[in-house]
């Protein structure tokens, strides 16, 4: 099972990133997929999630309006889409699989807003 990350990077704030996240080893399709974030000092925290064939999609309050998650079964992968960043932004985001038996991490990829 791998989750690759990538599209991470240093950015202003005001501008966008977009995260993708290469599923593979398990059936992508019956797996909800997430985004998780974890800033320096900080605990973890779910900041997007999307349901298997993606008609349910969830946010935390802090990114809503801004970051938009979606996925692509075809080719197994799962993006987000941040804009309007902020310096509050800042953290590790991981790739994240959940299914009923198994939850699957990816090794995450450094988001940085610096002003």
């Known amino acids: 099972v791998q989750l690759v990350e990538s599209g991470g990077g240093l950015v202003e704030p005001g501008g966008s990133l977009r995260l993708s996240c290469a599923a593979s080893?398990?059936?992508?399709?019956?797996?909800?997929m997430n985004w998780h974030r974890q800033a320096p000092g900080k605990e973890r925290e779910l900041v997007a999630g999307?349901?298997?064939?993606?008609?349910?999609?969830n946010y935390a309050d802090s990114v809503k309006g801004r970051f938009t998650i979606s996925r692509d079964n075809a080719k197994n992968t799962v993006f987000l889409q941040m804009n309007s960043l902020k310096p509050e932004d800042t953290a590790v985001y991981y790739c994240?699989?959940?299914?009923?038996?198994?939850?699957?991490w990816g090794q995450g990829t450094q988001v940085t807003v610096f002003s």
């Open positions: 999307i349901s298997s064939v993606g008609g349910i999609t």
């Open positions: 080893g398990f059936t992508f399709s019956y797996y909800a």
């Open positions: 994240v699989a959940r299914g009923r038996a198994y939850v699957y």
